[in-house]
């Protein structure tokens, strides 16, 4: 549940100007502290004319948001609609008390503070970021495809502000992008981990790049006999591993004198979406976050790593559709040692998830939220683990098959969905070249050390429980029990024994 729209049980409305109450049926409500979800919202303005809502938390967060705002209201002013940005907590907003005039200070609507006598509680629906996903892929579903509404909007510009950039963009890089060969744009994520530019860290340092960029470029597979490359972006130091990169692409453009309508997103979107269109890239990955979704709702294939059972997961599965040209790959084991099963709220599900989104400790809690979060949540991440390489590796190749065709090198033991690949998934897996009658002894050789390396991996998440805030049961009904039947049935697909 979005933080800024509770369950309609409270009985509790926004408040929000006497204007807005009169112009739309609904309302975007946007909780700026997510601000991954602003290109889920951006894009479902392309779809929904109504006005926008936006808060911040605190009023010392106000300006950090700029960029947020700016491109958020870029949409809605281009349909002539109102922007309302309020620097409150969800206590205020849905507070059975109109806020006070102390309370209104900093509050803007178009640009124009408001008063405390401007509002009154807005009765209506509110249009959330979890909504604007699904309205999003409901539409996608209608049309059999990503509406160009969609990912022609995630770029706003006017042509003076195009054409420079356009003069810009073909200058950057030159040492970097060849047509001739066939990229991956790898988004390096560092936002986690570490304070940056005076701003705390993120809240997943799960999610985090770390030295995984390397290992990635690993597992892609070849084309015409050549290994897929990657070029990373986003990072400010050069990766080990990674021979080429376009670093904090951003930067290199930010001079460029764009039109007063324009933001620096949408510079940033169309830079994305410019070299896509050149053929300097066919595919974009990264871990799970709102900039790696922006690809997506561009139009642009994309592979989205994430952890299975981490809160978040199934909201961004949604996306995992061809309709979207995007996979989802989930590994199992967690990288950071932060990471844990929590449960936010007493009827809330069990999920992956960090103690640094949380004001308070969780329920069934088994392990104290650390004193000292900062040094806890800029310890490094680990490497993968050794079958959630498999599953990432199997995944990668299922992805660079459908969008950048290369020779099919993965083979099904039986039909399985191909949107989100995860473990059980990927067990179902093998190579190509072991596929036929001739190969079976080498296939069951191949599922044999598969099935070890899986079992091998679960034990260790399994003799550390209290660590992972996991009970017996939960571990049995997460990982065991479905590790125990995908492993009976692919025996018994291949005509071994179950007994194992």
Not at 424 to 431: G, H
Request: charged content about 30%; proline content about 5%; aromatic content about 12%.
């Amino acid at each position: 549940m979005d933080k800024l729209n509770p369950s309609t049980d409270e009985k509790n409305y926004p408040w929000f100007p006497k204007a807005m109450n009169n112009a739309d049926k609904s309302v975007f409500l946007m909780d700026a502290t997510h601000r991954g979800d602003m290109y889920h919202m951006r894009a479902a303005m392309q779809l929904f004319d109504y006005s926008l809502f936006t808060a911040c938390g605190s009023p010392n967060l106000l300006y950090s948001n700029k960029d947020l705002e700016d491109y958020l209201k870029r949409s809605v002013l281009k349909n002539k609609k109102h922007v309302f940005l309020v620097p409150w907590k969800s206590e205020v907003l849905y507070g059975k008390s109109k806020p006070t005039s102390t309370q209104v200070q900093g509050c803007t609507m178009d640009g124009k503070a408001i008063h405390a006598t401007d509002l009154e509680q807005y009765k209506k629906s509110v249009f959330s970021e979890n909504r604007a996903t699904i309205e999003v892929v409901k539409k996608a579903v209608k049309q059999k495809g990503l509406p160009a509404a969609v990912s022609n909007g995630m770029t706003i510009l006017e042509s003076a502000s195009k054409k420079a950039l356009d003069t810009k963009f073909a200058t950057l890089f030159k040492d970097v992008w060849d047509v001739n060969k066939p990229t991956v744009l790898g988004m390096y994520r560092k936002t986690g981990t570490v304070v940056q530019d005076g701003k705390p860290p993120g809240v997943y340092p799960e999610l985090d790049t770390g030295n995984a960029l390397k290992e990635i470029a690993s597992f892609l597979p070849d084309k015409a006999g050549k290994k897929l490359r990657i070029v990373s972006c986003g990072n400010k130091d050069k990766l080990d591993g990674i021979t080429d990169d376009i670093g904090e692409y951003w930067l290199k453009f930010k001079e460029v004198k764009l039109d007063s309508k324009d933001s620096k997103r949408d510079a940033e979107a169309y830079f994305l979406k410019w070299a896509f269109e050149k053929k300097y890239y066919q595919m974009a990955t990264g871990f799970r976050s709102g900039p790696l979704d922006l690809f997506t709702f561009l139009g642009i294939p994309t592979v989205s790593i994430g952890l299975c059972n981490m809160i978040g997961e199934f909201r961004h599965a949604r996306l995992a559709k061809e309709l979207f040209k995007r996979v989802n790959v989930q590994y199992d084991q967690p990288r950071h040692d932060a990471t844990a099963y929590f449960r936010a709220e007493s009827d809330a599900a069990l999920q992956m998830a960090s103690p640094f989104w949380l004001k308070d400790p969780p329920t069934d809690a088994k392990r104290a939220v650390p004193a000292d979060k900062k040094t806890e949540q800029e310890k490094p991440l680990g490497d993968f683990a050794t079958f959630d390489k498999t599953v990432l590796k199997i995944g990668y190749s299922i992805a660079c098959e459908k969008y950048m065709s290369t020779t099919k090198s993965i083979e099904l033991l039986k039909p399985k969905i191909l949107d989100v690949i995860n473990t059980r998934v990927a067990r179902y897996c093998y190579p190509s070249n072991l596929a036929g009658d001739e190969k079976e002894e080498k296939r069951i050789e191949y599922f044999k050390a598969q099935k070890e390396a899986d079992k091998n991996d679960m034990a260790v998440m399994k003799n550390d429980l209290i660590h992972y805030q996991e009970t017996a049961s939960v571990f049995g009904e997460k990982y065991e029990t479905p590790w125990k039947d995908d492993w009976a049935d692919i025996y018994t697909e291949l005509g071994l024994d179950e007994n194992f």
